[in-house]
């Protein structure tokens, strides 16, 4: 009898759902805070602006640099983030690892291209940088070491999301900027869609300033 192949590691399965959310997050204009690798040598001096592309092509800018001069052709939207360690939820939060972090960061990316996208006017742009994050629910230590560990979501934990955007005119000329704190203490009144989604009062906030601000088409 020829033996079944083995199962696939978990580690595995992590891995490589971690590649394709990190793949749509680089097709969909989102980037994080560039994170210094200490291991890695340092570039020379006429290098440090710019990485020279394959096959002896144009030099590719580093991430973040170059876009006030270089915006995102027409119909991007760009979205980027400061450094996820630095945000509310990581520090309000209990220990979470930046990969973790960084993921479901990417998935409110991700949701926010979309959205926006669907929305914004032909020939128009929009850079959105994501500033802080605070997740809907808290941690109540209090009611002991287990509920520690647990979010609980009530009324009394809402999110918040505080942002800055640009938003550009096919010429590059802005026509809208500004930043903004996104809240919503009814969250729980309202309810949102996909209950099984840990994101989903998240993704609600991010759609109602969506249609607020740049209207439905």
Same mark, same amino acid.
């Given at each position: 009898?020829?033996?079944?192949?083995?199962?696939?590691?978990? &580690?595995?399965?992590?891995?490589?759902?971690?590649?394709?959310?990190?793949?749509?997050?680089?097709?969909?204009?989102?980037?994080?805070? @560039?994170?210094?690798? @200490?291991?890695?040598?340092?570039?020379?001096?006429?290098?440090?602006?710019?990485?020279?592309?394959?096959?002896?092509?144009?030099?590719? @800018?580093?991430?973040?640099?170059?876009?006030?001069?270089? @915006?995102?052709?027409?119909?991007?939207?760009?979205?980027?983030?400061?450094?996820?360690?630095?945000?509310?939820?990581?520090?309000?939060?209990?220990?979470? %690892?930046?990969?973790?972090?960084?993921?479901?960061?990417?998935?409110?990316?991700?949701?926010? %291209?979309?959205?926006?996208?669907?929305?914004?006017?032909?020939?128009?742009?929009?850079?959105?940088?994501?500033?802080?994050?605070?997740?809907?629910?808290?941690?109540?230590?209090?009611?002991?070491?287990?509920?520690?560990?647990?979010?609980?979501?009530?009324?009394?934990?809402?999110?918040?999301?505080?942002?800055?955007?640009?938003?550009?005119?096919?010429?590059?000329?802005?026509?809208?900027?500004?930043?903004?704190?996104?809240?919503?203490?009814? &969250?729980?009144?309202?309810?949102?869609?996909?209950?099984?989604?840990?994101?989903?009062?998240?993704? %609600?906030?991010?759609?109602?300033?969506?249609?607020?601000? &740049?209207?439905?088409?």
């Amino acid at each position: 009898m020829t033996p079944l192949p083995p199962a696939p590691h978990p &580690f595995r399965r992590v891995a490589a759902a971690a590649a394709v959310l990190a793949l749509a997050a680089a097709l969909a204009g989102c980037a994080g805070a @560039p994170q210094p690798n @200490p291991s890695a040598p340092a570039p020379a001096p006429e290098a440090a602006g710019a990485a020279p592309a394959p096959g002896g092509g144009a030099p590719v @800018p580093p991430p973040g640099a170059g876009r006030a001069a270089n @915006p995102p052709p027409a119909g991007i939207v760009s979205v980027t983030y400061d450094d996820p360690g630095r945000f509310s939820d990581a520090r309000q939060g209990t220990p979470e %690892s930046p990969r973790a972090r960084r993921a479901w960061v990417d998935a409110l990316c991700l949701h926010l %291209s979309e959205a926006a996208a669907a929305v914004l006017p032909e020939g128009q742009r929009l850079e959105v940088r994501l500033t802080d994050v605070q997740r809907a629910g808290g941690f109540e230590p209090a009611r002991g070491a287990q509920a520690g560990q647990v979010r609980i979501v009530r009324d009394m934990y809402p999110p918040r999301i505080d942002l800055e955007f640009k938003r550009l005119g096919a010429d590059g000329t802005v026509l809208q900027s500004g930043r903004r704190t996104l809240r919503d203490p009814a &969250f729980m009144e309202r309810g949102a869609r996909g209950a099984s989604d840990p994101l989903r009062y998240e993704k %609600s906030l991010l759609d109602d300033w969506v249609r607020r601000e &740049f209207g439905a088409r």
